[in-house]
């Protein structure tokens, strides 16, 4: 089983609409998730952060914490084509600061 | 604005050379990483650096080193180059807050 896991897509959603992007991770005392976005050829951009369970709403993003479920998402409203990027999932490791990603999940935003 | 700066942008070496990749924070962070990124496999921790001299191995450290002298430099060293570590490697600061990311080297071993 992957530290953490997402779905490779790509995930295909309508201009204006809510694209909605899932990871699950394994490591139970995980404290700390992240959410990057990475456009072809660049490198991984901050976009959300969250750690307690719950949602944290930033613009139009929302993340959600689920640690019971060990699961994490990251909505997107009134997407845009310029929003079509891969985006990655980070969770922290418990008792440490090491950082581990999920492979990511391509998204398309279709005008 | 945190700013991360790889030493290159794009490197070719021949099989068995020794590389240096040099990274380089401004914001005084204490945690700093290298990851490579290959197609499929997603991004995966080589090294990680937790204070100056100190370093931990991560999932593939295999045929890596590392060097932190100064908080704000880290470096990535590839002991003898072979094909196998044609990839794209990222180095990101982290202030506790998430990690940022510099522009990333893809390094191409022939």
């Known amino acids: 089983q992957k530290e953490v896991e997402q779905n490779s897509g790509p995930l295909s959603v309508p201009e204006g609409a809510i694209a909605s992007l899932n990871c699950t991770y394994s490591?139970?005392?995980?404290?700390?998730f992240f959410w990057y976005r990475q456009y072809s050829g660049k490198s991984p951009e901050l976009i959300m952060s969250?750690?307690?369970?719950g949602d944290k709403e930033d613009g139009r993003f929302t993340a959600q914490l689920n640690k019971a479920s060990q699961y994490v998402s990251l909505l997107i409203r009134d997407s845009q084509p310029s929003d079509s990027a891969t985006y990655l999932c980070?969770?922290?490791?418990?008792?440490?600061?090491?950082?581990?990603f999920g492979a990511g999940t391509i998204l398309r935003v279709k005008s | 604005d945190v700013k991360v700066t790889q030493s290159s942008r794009y490197l070719v070496k021949r099989t068995g050379e020794k590389v240096f990749l040099e990274c380089v924070q401004d914001?005084?962070?204490?945690?700093m990483f290298w990851y490579r990124q290959d197609p499929g496999l997603g991004l995966r921790l080589i090294y990680f650096?937790?204070?100056?001299?100190?370093?931990e191995k991560g999932d593939i450290p295999e045929g890596y080193s590392v060097s932190r002298e100064k908080k704000e430099r880290f470096s990535l060293i590839l002991e003898s180059a072979s094909t196998n570590q044609t990839s794209m490697y990222l180095c990101?600061?982290?202030?506790?807050?998430?990690?940022?990311f510099g522009q990333g080297t893809r390094l191409t071993v022939v």
């Open positions: 980070a969770v922290n490791r418990s008792g440490g600061n090491k950082l581990v």
């Open positions: 969250i750690y307690s369970n």
């Open positions: 650096s937790y204070d100056v001299k100190m370093k």
């Open positions: 990101a600061s982290d202030g506790r807050v998430g990690a940022f």
């Open positions: 914001m005084d962070h204490e945690n």
């Open positions: 490591d139970r005392g995980s404290q700390s």
